[in-house]
Structure formats: C-alpha cells, structure tokens
C-alpha cells in the first residue's frame, strides 16, 4: 500500500490544477513532443502530449478523468520502460515521497532524452508559511524530514535551472499554501485531506492550532496581523520548479 492509497482520495476533488502554474510547467516542458509523468497521480498538468504516466496507488490512479493518457502502476525508483523512451519526463510534487531519491532521479533521467521537469518546494521557505510557524508547526518536523534540499536535486540531475513558482491569491489547485490568502479553507477537512503534510500529521495533533486560527479569525486578529498578505495578488511560499537539459 502507498501513501496515497490512504490519504489521496479526496485529490480530484481539492487538487484541481490551476492555470497559471500550468503554463509555467507546460512553458519548462519545453518543444517536447513527449512526456512521461512520473508519480503522476490523478493526472494534474499533464499536457496533451503525455503519452504515459506512472503511478503507484491505485486510489489515485482511479481518480484520473475520462481521456487521461495511459498509465502505468509502478514506482519512480524502477521506471519498467526503455532509456530515451520520450523527450522529456516531469514529477511534480512526488519526490519527497520516494523510498530511493537518488534512484528515482536517476531512472527520470534515463527515460527522458532531452529534459526533466521537477516541482517541488523550498522547505527553508516554507517552514516560514504563516499556516507552519504560527499555528501548526506540529506538520514541521514531517516536512523537515521530507523535503529535498533544492541544491542538492540540482546537483543529483547534474545541474538544473531554478525557477519561483509564484501560488496566486485564487489558486484552484489546493496544495499546501494554495490558501494564503483564504484561511478560512485550512479549517475545512475536506481541503486538509488534500495536504498531505496536514493528512500525514494527523488531525489529534492539528486540532489545537486549527482552534486557535479559527478563534482568530472569528476576532479579526489573523486580519489584522497579515494585512500585508491581503494586498498581494501572488505569494513565494517556497514552490520550485528545476528544469534539466540532458
């Protein structure tokens, strides 16, 4: 059983991909006429020229819409398809869940011919997310010990471009920080189920936090305190995009 099979079945409803983080991964693609999504989940931001993704949970895998490209049930660390077997590959927010890092960066960089697009997240930045430091750094320790440094992901693909992956104020895809700017949602079970970093925590251990943020909300102490947040229209909560040319 995965992680997913236990906490992913809420993801075609909460992890809805949003359009402006789609173009900044379908522009990092670049002119690959190939792709191959790797812990491809429910199928978020494949473009249309995904020709096979590449999943372990089955929970997730059933959540993948009508006309989705074909998948595969396997893991990133033991990729069953030829070298060079397209263009370019991408994993987007998957790889602080593989049990072999080096080997799954290594069997991307094997499949892909051209280039490999990796989402994931500064957590020397993220650890600072109001949600994190003020009200739930219970979830910190989990992703403290999860989180890829970004230098050495650069390092493991043999060099990467870094680009900031900016989360808009409205984001539809509900990952982590998607709700910066709207705390009311991180009080909705429904949309902690969609965070892994919150589902894996546990609700016991979110409860205190979670009342003291709605105890604050209910007051106007959150609005008053992050009113510098209310006039932004993006946010650098730490998402990072690599891009490797092979």
């Not at 997730?60 to 819409?65: C, D, E, F, N, Y």
């Not at 590959?89 to 799954?104: R, S």
């Amino acid at each position: 059983m995965t992680t997913y099979d236990t906490i992913g079945a809420t993801y075609a409803t909460t992890r809805k991909p949003d359009p402006r983080v789609a173009a900044q991964i379908h522009q990092a693609l670049g002119d690959a006429t190939t792709v191959i999504n790797v812990g491809a989940g429910t199928g978020s931001y494949e473009p249309p020229q995904t020709v096979l993704a590449v999943e372990p949970s089955s929970v997730m895998i059933a959540q993948r819409p009508p006309g989705s490209a074909p998948v595969l049930q396997a893991c990133a660390e033991s990729i069953p398809l030829a070298d060079d077997s397209a263009d370019a590959a991408m994993a987007l927010l998957t790889v602080h869940h593989w049990t072999d890092l080096a080997a799954g960066i290594a069997e991307l960089r094997r499949v892909a011919r051209e280039r490999v697009v990796i989402l994931t997240w500064d957590q020397t930045v993220t650890r600072a997310f109001w949600l994190l430091d003020e009200y739930l750094p219970e979830a910190i320790p989990l992703d403290d010990a999860r989180a890829v440094p970004i230098d050495r992901l650069v390092t493991m693909l043999g060099g990467a471009r870094v680009e900031t992956v900016p989360v808009p104020h409205d984001c539809t895809d509900g990952f982590g920080a998607a709700y910066w700017r709207r705390p009311e949602a991180y009080l909705d079970p429904v949309v902690r189920a969609g965070m892994s970093m919150l589902a894996q925590t546990g609700e016991p251990a979110l409860q205190p936090g979670l009342a003291r943020l709605a105890d604050d909300l209910a007051t106007g102490r959150w609005h008053d305190n992050h009113a510098d947040l209310l006039a932004l229209d993006t946010l650098d909560a730490g998402y990072r995009l690599l891009i490797a040319d092979l």
